[in-house]
């Protein structure tokens, strides 16, 4: 049997305070995949300046000797704030992810990463000194640029929710983004992530995070997998981006029962939003709570 595995103060939390759990592998109806497309949405945001909200990329593999002690790094970075300051995305990708990949993650990759594996990449925010030319860092300096981030401004707030029908696997996600200064440029863009936690694999060197292998059966727990980008590889421009604008978002997506052959389990996903100036540097990010119906 799994061990359970517990996270303190993880941000992705509805609480500051949450026992996450590493759970076995459940099975799903097969649907068919679907586009999400987008409407206006009533949800309320909040109007007050406020600073950034962390994103932390980690370009891993589960090939790669070490990128275990970079989930770690990632871990302690989430339990090391308030939920919802740091929002965490593992992205399978590269020479040293040998499963796991989605549609996504080359590019992210081949943008950001001339670094190896793991690398991280906070904000999507090159740090002078820090980070490489793709804007790429040591998974070791995670937690030090991302307190730089959380101390600067943000020129919008987000909030955002989600609902799943069980029976039809259809996934509804509702933004809505704040301006409280003006942004840059005449338009940002918007970007809704779906992530995965507990897929039970291998993951070589998986013992440098313990408390997500299991010695035992020499399986590892995933978490925080990037599966899809429901607003594709960069995101939707938004406008305007002046101060006082509120735009809102509707979008819907049919969840598979596998991607990149690992079941889509339904009460394991995560759904994560945020906005960027462009590719580059994102201004704040949100996770939605999931209502399972």
Same mark, same amino acid.
């Given at each position: 049997?799994?061990?359970?595995?517990?996270?303190?103060?993880?941000?992705?939390?509805?609480?500051?305070? @949450?026992?996450?759990?590493?759970?076995?592998?459940?099975?799903?109806?097969?649907?068919?995949?679907?586009?999400?497309?987008?409407?206006?949405?009533?949800?309320?945001?909040?109007?007050?300046?406020?600073?950034?909200?962390?994103?932390?990329?980690?370009?891993?593999?589960?090939?790669?000797?070490?990128?275990?002690?970079?989930?770690?790094?990632?871990?302690?970075?989430?339990?090391?704030?308030?939920?919802?300051?740091?929002? &965490?995305?593992?992205?399978?990708?590269?020479?040293?992810?040998?499963?796991?990949?989605?549609?996504?993650?080359?590019?992210?990759?081949?943008?950001?990463?001339?670094?190896?594996?793991?690398?991280?990449?906070?904000?999507?925010?090159?740090? &002078?000194?820090?980070?490489?030319?793709?804007?790429?860092?040591?998974?070791?300096?995670?937690?030090?640029?991302?307190?730089?981030?959380?101390?600067?401004?943000?020129?919008?707030?987000?909030? &955002?929710?989600?609902?799943?029908?069980?029976?039809?696997?259809?996934?509804?996600?509702?933004?809505?983004?704040?301006?409280?200064?003006?942004?840059?440029?005449?338009?940002?863009?918007?970007?809704?992530?779906? @992530?995965?936690?507990?897929?039970?694999?291998?993951?070589?060197?998986?013992?440098?995070?313990?408390?997500?292998?299991?010695?035992?059966?020499?399986?590892?727990?995933?978490?925080?997998?990037?599966?899809?980008?429901?607003?594709?590889?960069?995101?939707?421009?938004?406008?305007?981006?002046?101060?006082?604008?509120?735009?809102?978002?509707?979008?819907?997506?049919?969840?598979?029962?596998?991607?990149?052959?690992?079941?889509?389990?339904?009460?394991?996903?995560?759904?994560?939003?945020?906005?960027?100036?462009?590719?580059?540097?994102?201004?704040?990010?949100?996770?939605?709570?999931?209502? @399972?119906?």
């Amino acid at each position: 049997m799994k061990k359970t595995f517990r996270l303190l103060a993880f941000a992705f939390a509805a609480t500051s305070m @949450l026992l996450i759990g590493c759970n076995k592998k459940d099975d799903n109806a097969s649907k068919p995949d679907e586009t999400g497309t987008d409407t206006p949405t009533t949800l309320e945001v909040s109007t007050t300046p406020s600073n950034k909200v962390a994103v932390i990329e980690l370009i891993t593999g589960n090939g790669c000797p070490h990128c275990a002690r970079g989930h770690r790094n990632v871990n302690q970075a989430l339990a090391a704030h308030p939920a919802g300051q740091v929002i &965490a995305i593992n992205i399978h990708a590269g020479s040293s992810a040998g499963a796991y990949k989605t549609q996504f993650g080359t590019a992210i990759n081949d943008t950001f990463n001339s670094l190896g594996y793991p690398a991280a990449v906070v904000n999507r925010h090159t740090f &002078a000194g820090y980070s490489t030319t793709g804007g790429a860092l040591s998974d070791g300096r995670i937690s030090e640029v991302t307190d730089t981030i959380l101390a600067q401004p943000a020129c919008a707030n987000i909030a &955002a929710k989600a609902t799943i029908d069980q029976a039809t696997r259809k996934l509804t996600v509702e933004v809505a983004v704040y301006y409280t200064s003006n942004g840059t440029g005449s338009t940002n863009k918007l970007n809704v992530a779906i @992530l995965q936690d507990s897929v039970w694999g291998y993951q070589s060197g998986g013992s440098e995070n313990p408390d997500y292998y299991d010695a035992e059966n020499d399986s590892y727990c995933h978490m925080l997998m990037l599966r899809h980008l429901i607003t594709g590889q960069w995101g939707e421009d938004i406008a305007p981006v002046t101060a006082g604008s509120k735009i809102g978002k509707k979008y819907t997506y049919t969840i598979p029962a596998q991607i990149s052959n690992e079941d889509m389990v339904l009460k394991h996903l995560k759904v994560v939003a945020f906005v960027a100036e462009n590719q580059r540097d994102i201004i704040t990010a949100c996770e939605a709570p999931i209502t @399972l119906k």
